[in-house]
């Protein structure tokens, strides 16, 4: 049986600036290369804009 980790990302955006999606991308790619893999990604609003977006990462755990 497979065994995983699991790790959550929080990226916050600036009330004006939006979320920064090239830093997003640098840290998703990082996190890749360290064998994270995204499961899911939601988004967090509040008076219907998108305050940060959550990102569920999981890697298989080494035997």
Do not use: C, P
Request: glycine share 10%; hydrophobic share 35%.
């Amino acid at each position: 049986m497979k065994n995983f980790e699991y790790l959550l990302l929080e990226t916050n955006s600036g009330i004006f600036k939006g979320v920064d999606y090239k830093e997003l991308t640098s840290q998703l790619n990082r996190l890749g290369g360290a064998g994270w893999e995204v499961v899911s990604t939601v988004s967090l609003t509040a008076n219907g804009q998108t305050t940060s977006l959550l990102t569920t990462l999981k890697r298989e755990l080494s035997a």
